[in-house]
T-cell receptor
Framework: GAVVSQHPSRVICKSGTSVKIECRSLDFQATTMFWYRQFPKQSLMLMATSNEGSKATYEQGVEKDKFLINHASLTLSTLTVTSAHPEDSSFYIC??????????????FGDGTRLSIL | AQKITQTQPGMFVQEKEAVTLDCTYDTSDQSYGLFWYKQPSSGEMIFLIYQGSYDEQNATEGRYSLNFQKARKSANLVISASQLGDSAMYFCAMREPNQAGTALIFGKGTTLSVSS
């Protein structure tokens, strides 16, 4: 089945550091990938939609200069949290869907990245 | 207004019993997809079941079934014969319109606890 790989799974770093998270579709091409953020015991909140070869579309309230998204190929999207601060600590999870198939194709999720900023 | 509403923050069920997790949705689109995902404490999102807005029959996948009532805009998940491993957070999600480039919007989730 379709697999999405997300790396790293956990990051602990100092305030002010920039952190890059990678999301790869391993056995399918993903024109579109999605980035979500989840606080403990809460829902997944869509941050942005990442389109291959074009600028990402950010949801209202998400700072595009803080959360840089690059989707340089059909199998890789990256999220960079720039100058991270403790309030950026969260669980970040990406998802992707193949380009083919009907509406019943689910989104496949990476295993997520737990980001802790000290 | 919320697109997806899950009114049960937590549910408790005994092993081997069935449980229903509620989900209502709000959309004016004719084409939409409804999904249920399971999230264990480890964090990964596991796809369980899908129902398309044009599907006339309720979806079933093993022990999971979706009670789709279109007029009421509800898509409840029924888990039969609960197992201890079913303890997790469950999210209802919707995609509208039901196309590849559209993100899923999630409800707040229901934490299911299965006891022996």
């Amino acid at each position: 089945g379709a697999v999405v790989s997300q790396h790293p799974s956990r990051v602990i770093c100092k305030s002010g550091t920039s952190v890059k998270i990678e999301c790869r579709s391993l056995d399918f091409q993903a024109t579109t990938m999605f980035w979500y953020r989840q606080f403990p015991k809460q829902s997944l909140m869509l941050m942005a939609t990442s389109n291959e070869g074009s600028k990402a579309t950010y949801e209202q309230g998400v700072e595009k200069d803080k959360f840089l998204i690059n989707h340089a190929s059909l199998t890789l999207s990256t999220l960079t949290v720039t100058s991270a601060h403790p309030e950026d600590s969260s669980f970040y999870i990406c998802s992707a869907r193949g380009t083919g198939g009907g509406g019943n194709q689910p989104q496949h999720f990476g295993d997520g990245t737990r980001l802790s900023i000290l | 207004a919320q697109k997806i509403t899950q009114t049960q923050p937590g549910m408790f069920v005994q092993e081997k019993e069935a449980v229903t997790l509620d989900c209502t949705y709000d959309t004016s689109d004719q084409s939409y997809g409804l999904f249920w995902y399971k999230q264990p404490s480890s964090g990964e999102m596991i796809f369980l079941i899908y129902q398309g807005s044009y599907d006339e029959q309720n979806a079933t996948e093993g022990r999971y079934s979706l009670n789709f009532q279109k007029a009421r805009k509800s898509a409840n998940l029924v888990i039969s014969a609960s197992q201890l491993g079913d303890s997790a957070m469950y999210f209802c999600a919707m995609r509208e319109p039901n196309q590849a480039g559209t993100a899923l919007i999630f409800g707040k989730g229901t934490t299911l606890s299965v006891s022996s």
